[in-house]
């Protein structure tokens, strides 16, 4: 066995006969353990947050949408259609438009998406499960459903044929408007359904049938907005894109999700990265109880260190003592704690043992990269403290 990993585990596990030693060993071994803990929950907290906040948006937003580069709509061929449909780790795609319009319902108004769907929107997209009431819209009819928040503010209820909600779309075109009147197109729709999601996006769409909203624009037959598309899990992303590329030569955009809502992955990930320093800071306070241990274990041990030293053991050998001392109770103790840790996650998971609202649980996630993350930091940062602390035995010292 390495002899400087022998002598290391042997003080590590025995007791000093200075009981102030011992007692300065415990409190460090606790900072390590509470550090580990704290760390790995609060992270565990904000993964499940994270996942909390994006369940929103997932809800709404595809896996992939194209867009065109060269205006507001692109027109799709037969034949990039049968390419589409060809490509390795699509599962569907729904042709959509989307459109700011005029709404008004007895007398209110209202600007908004009107957002145009095929009837393989909810084979790409299961809004269908956030309908707060009524039913999904039927393929070409006049037939819409509406947000929550817009239901709200219009004081809307569902089939009120007495009270339609209307649609006012600008005519494309050049030049002054001389008749109002006839400066948009028009039609009343009938609110069938009200989907909930969350504040912002329960007042941003309404959606229509595809071919009602290119009769308001004047878009020809197989003239969208763009694609909406759903991939296989675990499906080549970058691969696909590629192929989507070709086929459309180059004139489109293809966004994830993550690029499809940037600033909000930007804001999640920032703040997780400040929690996790805010929490390093804490663990490197701790860690400064495991330095204080192990210059008090080297001060208690100069006669045992003296003595190797005279037997022929190098300075950089004794300093590699306490540095392995020290990652060892860093090991462990990081170990310990993450074991405690993963404990309160399960428990919060299978038991909800804290709760937001009486009917919403704090969310956690368990994930290996928390794991991974904690362990690298305990071992990184006690291996830096160990170095500092193992680095006071000298020459010097022994002399």
Known sequence: MNFPF????????SASKNNAINIINRIASMGIIIGALALFVVLSVFSGLKEFSLSFTNAIDPDLKLNSTLGKSL?????QERQIKQIDGLVSYSKIIEERVLFTFDGKQEVTYLKGIDSLFTKVNPIEKNLFNGQWLAPNTNQVVVGYGIAQKFSMGLLDFNRPLQVFVPKPGKGAIENPEQAFNQSD?????????NEDLDSKYVFADLGLAQELLEFQPNQVSGLEIKIQKGANEKAIIEQLQT???N???????????????KMLNTENIAV?????????????????????????????????????VEIKDLRKIFLLQGTLLSVFGGGIGLILGIG?????????????????????VFTLENVLIVLGTIISLGFIASLIASSRVSKKLLG
């Open 276 to 312: 996790y320093l805010i929490f390093t800071l804490v663990i490197v306070v701790a860690l400064f109880n495991l330095i204080g241990a192990l210059i008090m274990m080297i001060l208690d041990k100069k006669g045992n260190l003296k003595t190797l030293f005279n037997l022929g």
């Open 344 to 364: 309160i996650v399960v428990l919060q998971q299978q038991f909800q043992l804290i709760m937001i609202t009486p009917t919403l649980a704090y969310p956690v």
């Open 189 to 197: 729709l009938l609110p069938i359904g009200i989907y909930t999601i």
């Open 251 to 265: 004139t489109i955009t293809v966004k994830n999700r993550a690029q499809l809502n940037e600033s909000l992955y």
């Open 247 to 249: 086929i459309f030569k």
């Open 6 to 13: 022998y002598i290391a585990k042997r003080y590590s596990i």
């Open 75 to 79: 027109v799709i061929t037969p034949e």
